[in-house]
């Protein structure tokens, strides 16, 4: 069946440090990764999305990177702040599979 | 910035009885889904709604469960026969275009069964 792990469930680390979280997976062939955050009470808000044929993707702080023959991928917040402490979900999507999300991450950045 | 909104934000509801869990999707969406997430677990996702009609859904969507779109805005998940295990945080999404995209989720409605 599939199986999506994430490297952790809390993840603690100083302010203005990179956070880096992993999300590995089996029996699935995702055409794309999505990594997600979410706050205590709120819906998952999303990040970013890679596809299969990319190797990595930023966006501000933030950096993606996706291996599918390691089948994992890597989520870096560079410069963290308190305000990044949440938790952080990948979810994997392929043709013909369901949309699945890992158990997740809760990353608290101490000031 | 549009926003997917669900109400109720909590629903109390006595075991057999049903319950309709109401969404507004972001108005220039095309695909629907219903999430449920059981406190403390993962989101799990249950359905996918495009073109009226469902275009996948997980083995928790059994028949207890149907999705409806009775108008151009609202989409609501209905649940028969509630059992205990039914409590959860359940979350509407949507997202726009064809293929996969970013999915917008709304608050949720958690359900407690009693």
């Known amino acids: 069946s599939q199986k999506i792990e994430q490297n952790s469930e809390a993840l603690n680390i100083q302010e203005g440090k990179t956070a880096t979280l992993t999300c590995n997976y089996t029996?699935?062939?995702?055409?794309?990764l999505q990594w997600y955050r979410q706050d205590p009470g709120r819906g998952p808000v999303f990040l970013l999305l890679?596809?299969?044929?990319?190797k990595e993707k930023r966006k501000e702080r933030l950096k993606v990177t996706f291996d599918t023959t390691l089948k994992q991928s890597l989520f870096h917040i560079t410069a963290s702040q308190p305000a990044d402490s949440a938790t952080y979900l990948c979810?994997?999507?392929?043709?013909?599979?369901?949309?699945?999300f890992g158990p997740g991450t809760r990353l608290s950045v101490l000031p | 910035e549009p926003e997917v909104t669900q109400t109720p934000s909590h629903q109390v509801t006595q075991m057999g009885q049903e319950v309709i869990l109401r969404c507004v999707p972001i108005?220039?969406?095309?695909?629907f889904y219903w999430y449920r997430q059981i406190l403390g677990q993962k989101v799990e996702f249950l359905v996918s709604?495009?073109?009226?009609?469902?275009?996948?859904k997980s083995e928790i969507f059994d028949d207890q469960f149907s999705v409806e779109r009775p108008d151009g805005s609202n989409f609501t998940l209905k649940i028969r026969s509630t059992k205990l295990e039914d409590s959860a945080m359940y979350f509407c999404?949507?997202?726009?275009?064809?293929?996969?995209?970013?999915?917008?989720f709304g608050d949720g409605t958690r359900l407690s069964i009693l």
């Open positions: 999404a949507s997202s726009e275009g064809t293929g996969r995209q970013p999915q917008h």
């Open positions: 029996n699935y062939s995702p055409a794309y």
């Open positions: 890679i596809r299969e044929n990319e």
């Open positions: 979810a994997l999507d392929g043709y013909g599979q369901n949309f699945v």
């Open positions: 108005s220039n969406h095309l695909y």
């Open positions: 709604f495009y073109n009226n009609e469902i275009s996948e």
